[in-house]
């Protein structure tokens, strides 16, 4: 503190008080004027809080450093220290207790003159109070002294003197202290080491040094010249920072040869230092000639054994008012509050809000921390935006294998919940692309099995020219219509929209009937009609509106088609033609517009969004010549790639164009699951290379892991290398000899070491098998295991320290596991290791490593050990 720029105090104690220091004491109560006016008089601290001047005290001139007594009572008693030296007790004029009215003006005088620079009290025992002076030849610059030491005078004697300057109150002079530290130094700033009542913290001249009271011939100290502001963490009591010039040291007491964090230089020296005491780790800078207080937020992170890494340095800055900062002061007790002073003695009252950080779980929990408190996003009971996010609906389909069922394809729309029409679609497709794929293959290998997977586009492309259209006779009426010749591709694509089942055989008796069981009158109906057999179609409306679950209009609809006439100028056509489209169902409404449509024009039919993809591209391949099916096929594959309609997959297929559909598919859902369970179902090489579709397989396994589903990550690479065999990675770990650094599992031949195991050395789990107990490269012995001490390499079922009732029960559950009870393990810190069926089995009893001497806890270090899949886990 200078003698010109202003310093500010709050009360230990007294929450609504705080002391500016100057040229004088100033004692203001400080008041919230939320619900009030400003009173007359009040300085506007905030918009929410004003101070009032309670008194002056000018009594002490010359300050250079001011200390609030940390005790209860007297409450407003203030140690000043002078430019000559000297400490004075003095107070603001709020204390009425006669016991402690001899304390007043009390004054603590050193041998030699010299400036004051800092002062602190203990805050274990409160009458002790520490001075730090400036150097004068031998002189000590260290004075501890004891403000009641007159009741000690064994200890501590007393010099009374009298004032002969014409004053009437008699001042007590205090001139022997109770210790004296730093002999031939200066001190230039102080704190107490809250850990221990002795224990002094000290910026000396060129060294912090740690003086203990018990042993004041002794010291601990360390050479630097980040000597002033020392100030302790009050939350971390080993932690101390101190500055020089514009640079902050961060200490630990317990390792105190160096700093063990140095600030970000600033290039105006420092003036302040002070550790917030409401909130840990979070330390204040000012500098001069600046209205910016710089913050340190110093976040550790423990380690599963105890120890600290080196703490984490969020850097900010804040600006409590537009004017020069002289000096500030942390609140007390209000959380990450603090009063600021200008040189001109204008104050703030300013809060530093916090940062918030944001988390939202794997599973679409909202959380975030603001200061010391935690919220929670809760979902309201009504609410059921939840189960529509993508995200809880992939978790749920993950849990129930959704995509994995590759012999009955179609049964992965059932797995996702059989809720959404347009998976049910995609599914199927892919069911009859690979049904389809698989029956070619068979009867000419490699002819025409991946021209399934490409799509109806690339179907119909391949049969332009060699269609021709001929007349086929109605079921049930006296007419003709014009129809496409059903070639070999387009029997295909029928098969593909499932209307008519593999083989030679065009009919779709069997599809029909299976609408009939899924209730599906109204499509059942279109389709028999669009096949020519009105009288079918009738037969099915009547059979929907008797059944019950069906729509009792049915037979409206039914009598409607029986009067069915081929004139153009009837009115039966007129009235269809104007009365369809008040028709709900858009099947019933293409039934009438196929009825009331010119030949070759069927455009009702065709641009029925509502109708599905396969029913209206089945019914272009009945009824459109090759161009105008080629056409419509270009113009409906176009619709479904920007819309990303997984109905489009049918046009598509699994071609560049399926990855531009599934893209924006993706951009609109977000579903990676179903985008990587598709393109890895019959895709070619280069679309499954395409960045697209690796990118959203890699983010459905990485989603998968955030879930903690790492058996279900497992499977899907299993699945993913049996449907993509260039995804299968080659062997990227292996065990290596200490001394030559080759292979353990990899001989001298020809073989590659990832397509050779270590049950070639007999590690398998026989115990008739071989056993290679050194390295095949150097013949170099293997290490010994820490529990059987056999060396590795040896099987665990022949260890002969073994345990037979531990050891044989897991192996025999499964022979995957028996094998990797063989397996070679070690721990990266402390390098001991041995067989991991026996550092499984030592592990769970014990927490150090079995190895004599070592206190390594090496499963602890591993921070992902104790994590159990979530597999099993509902949400």
Not at 636 to 661: H, Q, R, S, Y
Request: aromatic share 8%; net charge neutral; with cysteine.
């Amino acid at each position: 503190m200078s003698g010109t720029k202003p310093d500010i105090l709050w009360a230990p104690h007294q929450v609504d008080r705080f002391v500016v220091c100057d040229s004088e004491l100033s004692l203001y109560h400080v008041e919230s004027t939320v619900n009030s006016e400003l009173k007359a008089g009040s300085l506007r601290l905030s918009e929410d809080s004003a101070a009032t001047l309670l008194s002056i005290n000018s009594e002490t001139p010359y300050m250079k450093c001011v200390a609030w007594y940390l005790n209860y009572d007297p409450e407003c008693l203030l140690a000043v220290g002078q430019a000559n030296g000297r400490v004075v007790l003095t107070s603001l004029g709020q204390d009425h207790n006669s016991k402690f009215k001899d304390l007043i003006g009390k004054e603590f005088v050193p041998k030699h003159a010299r400036q004051c620079n800092t002062l602190a009290w203990n805050p274990l025992d409160s009458n002790w109070l520490a001075a730090g002076l400036d150097k004068h030849r031998a002189d000590f610059s260290v004075l501890i002294w004891d403000i009641c030491s007159k009741y000690t005078p064994d200890i501590v004697p007393l010099e009374k003197v009298r004032l002969s300057s014409g004053e009437t109150e008699t001042t007590l002079l205090v001139t022997k202290p109770l210790y004296e530290l730093g002999q031939n130094d200066a001190c230039l700033s102080l704190c107490w080491l809250p850990r221990d009542q002795k224990l002094l913290l000290a910026g000396m001249h060129r060294n912090l040094a740690i003086f203990d009271l018990r042993n004041t011939s002794q010291k601990m100290f360390v050479n630097t010249k980040a000597v002033q502001g020392v100030t302790v963490d009050p939350y971390f009591h080993d932690r101390v920072a101190s500055f020089y010039e514009g640079q902050v040291a961060i200490w630990d007491l317990r390792k105190f040869e160096k700093p063990v964090l140095t600030l970000t230089e600033q290039p105006k020296p420092l003036t302040k230092v002070a550790w917030c005491p409401t909130r840990t780790g979070l330390l204040a800078t000012l500098t001069r000639d600046s209205n910016i207080i710089r913050l340190y937020d110093m976040q550790h992170t423990p380690t599963p054994i105890g120890d600290e890494t080196e703490p984490t340095i969020i850097e900010r800055s804040v600006q409590p008012c537009d004017n020069y900062i002289a000096s500030f002061a942390w609140h007390p007790t209000s959380q990450n509050r603090m009063i600021v002073v200008t040189p001109n003695r204008t104050m703030s009252d300013f809060t530093v809000f916090e940062r918030i950080s944001l988390a939202w779980s794997p599973i679409t929990s909202l959380m975030w921390a603001c200061g010391r408190h935690l919220y929670e996003c809760a979902e309201e009971e009504n609410d059921n935006s939840l189960e529509k996010d993508i995200a809880t609906k992939m978790r749920l389909r993950a849990l129930s294998r959704y995509g994995l069922d590759t012999e009955q394809v179609w049964r992965n729309h059932i797995l996702a919940g059989n809720e959404d029409p347009q998976l049910k679609s995609l599914w199927y497709t892919l069911h009859f692309m690979k049904q389809y794929t698989e029956d070619m293959d068979q009867k000419s290998p490699g002819n025409k099995g991946s021209l399934v997977y490409a799509g109806i586009k690339s179907i119909v492309k391949s049969s332009l020219g060699v269609v021709e259209s001929s007349r086929h006779n109605w079921s049930g009426l006296d007419k003709q219509t014009d129809t496409q010749n059903l070639n070999e591709e387009r029997i295909l694509a029928l098969q593909l929209c499932g209307w008519i089942k593999k083989g030679t055989d065009v009919d779709v008796g069997p599809f029909l009937n299976s609408l009939v069981q899924e209730g599906e009158w109204e499509r059942a109906a279109a389709v028999a009609l669009f096949n020519l057999d009105i009288r079918r179609a009738i037969q099915i409306l009547n059979e929907g509106a008797s059944s019950g679950k069906g729509d009792l209009n049915l037979n409206v609809v039914a009598m409607a088609l029986s009067g069915y006439t081929d004139e153009k100028n009837s009115l039966w056509r007129e009235m269809c033609s104007t009365l369809r489209l008040q028709l709900n169902n858009p099947y019933l409404c293409v039934m009438f517009a196929f009825l009331t449509s010119e030949a070759g024009s069927y455009d009702g039919v065709l641009y029925e969004n509502k109708v599905a993809v396969r029913d209206r591209v089945a019914f272009a391949c009945k009824f459109l010549s090759d161009t105008q099916l080629n056409r419509y096929i270009e113009k409906l594959t176009n619709e479904m790639k920007e819309a990303g309609n997984l109905e489009g997959i049918l046009l598509t297929g699994l071609t560049k164009d399926g990855v531009d559909l599934m893209e924006s598919y993706v951009d609109r859902t977000g579903d990676v699951q179903t985008a990587s369970y598709c393109m890895l179902q019959g895709s070619p090489l280069d679309v499954l290379k395409d960045e697209r579709v690796q990118y959203w397989i890699e983010n459905y396994r990485n989603l998968l892991d955030a879930w903690r589903f790492w058996h279900k990550r497992a499977e899907f690479d299993i699945h993913r290398s049996k449907l993509d065999p260039s995804s299968k990675p080659l062997a990227q770990v292996f065990v290596s000899c200490n001394f030559c650094g080759k292979s353990i599992s990899y001989s001298c031949s020809t073989v590659p070491h990832q397509g050779r195991g270590f049950s070639q050395y007999g590690v398998s789990g026989s115990p008739t098998k071989s056993k290679v107990t050194s390295c095949p490269g150097c013949r170099k012995p293997l290490p010994r295991c820490a529990l059987c001490l056999i060396n590795m390499g040896t099987p665990v079922s022949s260890c002969p320290g073994g345990s037979k009732s531990d050891e044989k029960v897991d192996l025999s559950k499964d022979k995957k596991l028996a094998q990797f009870n063989n397996w070679f393990t070690w721990c990266h810190n402390c390098r001991h290791g041995g067989h991991a069926g026996h550092m499984l089995s030592w592990f769970r009893d014990h927490a150090e490593c079995p190895v004599s001497a070592c206190t390594c806890k090496c499963m602890q270090l591993d921070t992902t050990g104790n994590l159990v899949p979530a597999e099993t886990v509902q949400p």
